[in-house]
């Protein structure tokens, strides 16, 4: 089952990350001794033409900062990109020649992506 982070109670999911992304985020945060203080960042770069590319990484709290908790981990996003991760859905794959996180978007169409 996906772990599901809504933008407000009431609001319609925001984005989804897979258990295996979740667990792939974990480990990595162990493995890398990530400071208690920081948390996951999610965030977009980029637009026109070729769209907006999605990042992900560890950092600290900024000001403009709307935090989220899944499963004791604080997840970091702007204001000013949240309407770019509505819909998103983030999963971790790995098979004998690659791994790395993948970024889905269903609600942008195909044309647009």
């Not at 989804?16 to 792939?24: D, F, H, P, T, V």
Request: net charge negative; with cysteine; hydrophobic share 40%.
């Amino acid at each position: 089952m996906d772990i599901l982070m809504n933008l407000i109670d009431s609001n319609p999911v925001l984005f989804k990350i897979s258990n295996n992304a979740l667990n792939e985020i974990k480990r990595l945060m162990d493995s890398l001794n990530i400071n208690p203080d920081m948390g996951l960042r999610l965030g977009t770069k980029g637009g026109g033409c070729a769209g907006h590319s999605f990042l992900i990484g560890f950092d600290r709290k900024k000001d403009n900062d709307k935090v989220y908790h899944i499963n004791d981990i604080p997840v970091f996003i702007q204001l000013n990109a949240i309407m770019f991760l509505a819909g998103l859905e983030i999963d971790f794959e790995k098979d004998e020649f690659s791994q790395g996180f993948s970024f889905n978007n269903p609600s942008i169409p195909s044309n647009a992506k």
